[in-house]
Nanobody, 124 residues
Framework: QVQLVESEGGLVQAGGSLRLSCVDP????????MGWFRQAPGKERSFVAG????????DYADSVKGRFAISRDNAKNTLYLQMSSLKPEDTAVYYC?????????????????WGQGTQVTVSS
């Protein structure tokens, strides 16, 4: 069983940075590919970034390329999302997700387990 616990988000000014983390207290973390998704009010949940189980493969939505970085520490069962140069349009609830395959997917319905979600608000 995978239980994903996300860190708190927060309020940050445009241009600022924030790091999210997602911990799986279980012992199967490295067996799962992971992803970050976000959902703004009135919009569908959308892909932000994905990472393979080993951490060797990553991918990003075009809107965050060059600004966000996904990483994982399998020894600590922790997934990270480093967000820089934040924009007001990055405001959303952010979710981490896990799927029991070696590689990530950009489609939210390919993920089995989800974190509780954390609010990130970027002020202009």
């Amino acid at each position: 069983q995978v239980q994903l616990v996300e860190s708190e988000g927060g309020l940050v000014q445009a241009g600022g940075s924030l790091r999210l983390s997602c911990v799986d207290p279980g012992r199967t973390f490295s067996s799962y590919a992971m992803g970050w998704f976000r959902q703004a009010p009135g919009k569908e949940r959308s892909f932000v970034a994905g990472i393979s189980g080993s951490g060797s493969n990553t991918d990003y939505a075009d809107s965050v390329k060059g600004r966000f970085a996904i990483s994982r520490d399998n020894a600590k069962n922790t997934l990270y999302l480093q967000m820089s140069s934040l924009k007001p349009e990055d405001t959303a609830v952010y979710y981490c997700a896990a799927r029991p395959y070696t590689d990530y997917s950009t489609r939210h319905y390919h993920y089995t387990y989800w974190g509780q979600g954390t609010q990130v608000t970027v002020s202009s």
